[in-house]
């Protein structure tokens, strides 16, 4: 069953800390993005990827930073530099990246609170 | 700056009336338009979208409009069911850049009351 799987579900971290939120998609994908949502507000772009080994920062990405290094996984690390990073992230793909109106499909999402 | 809005917060309809969400948008670059379902604690789904050459797509009981002078596109749901209980993204593209990179509204949380 394809889909795009984040881990975990909830996660908890001390103020200073770095932690590492998981992405996976088994739906072969070439492009992959990082969202946070707010309460009220809409999802913010963090950071995506159109190819592995590259990605660019969206508008959110201080505080933040991705790698890529297999086609399938995305991980996103929120560092101690991220001064409220309290939100509910979302990660999403797409088949193609660059042109193209193919909607992206989201993963159900990794709450992140501070202790 | 939001470039997309959706100023109503919240919606509550009957069960078998319709649904209309709302989502204005300030950029005329945006060529692409999409709507997104979200139940709490899940990640978005794709419902439905619309191209700036078209002014309406249906599917099902889901309706887009898309009114590109006024800058405006709405969501009819029809009839509603209490399953459509949800909040509802309206999400923009614009393909000037290397990427089909989403603009989203801040949401309208709909409720259809059995």
């Known amino acids: 069953d394809g889909g795009i799987t984040q881990s975990p579900k909830y996660l908890f971290r001390k103020e200073g800390q770095n932690v590492t939120l998981s992405c996976e998609q088994n739906l072969n994908h070439d492009a992959m993005y990082w969202y946070r949502q707010d309460p009220g507000q809409g999802l913010r772009l963090i950071y995506y990827?159109?190819?592995?080994?590259?990605?660019q920062k969206g508008d959110i990405a201080e505080g933040y930073s991705v790698s890529r290094e297999k086609k399938e996984s995305f991980p996103l690390t929120v560092t101690s530099a991220q001064k409220n990073p309290t939100a509910f992230y979302l990660c999403a793909s797409t088949p193609i990246g660059g042109l193209s109106n193919q909607p992206q499909h989201f993963g159900d999402g990794t709450r992140l609170s501070i202790l | 700056d939001q470039q997309v809005k959706q100023n109503s917060p919240s919606l509550s309809v009957q069960e078998g009336r319709i649904s209309i969400l709302n989502c204005d948008y300030t950029n005329s670059m945006f060529d692409y338009f999409l709507w997104y379902k979200k139940y709490p604690a899940e990640g978005p789904t794709f419902l439905i979208s619309?191209?700036?050459?078209?002014d309406k797509n249906e599917d099902g009981r889901f309706t887009v409009f898309l009114n590109k002078s006024a800058k405006h596109l709405s969501l009819h749901i029809v009839p509603s069911q209490p399953g459509d209980s949800a909040v509802y993204f309206c999400?923009?593209?614009?393909?000037?850049?290397?990427?089909?990179?989403?603009?989203f509204g801040t949401g309208t949380l709909l409720a259809v009351q059995p």
């Open positions: 619309i191209s700036s050459i078209k």
């Open positions: 990827s159109q190819i592995v080994n590259d990605f």
């Open positions: 999400a923009a593209v614009n393909y000037g850049g290397a990427t089909n990179k989403l603009i």
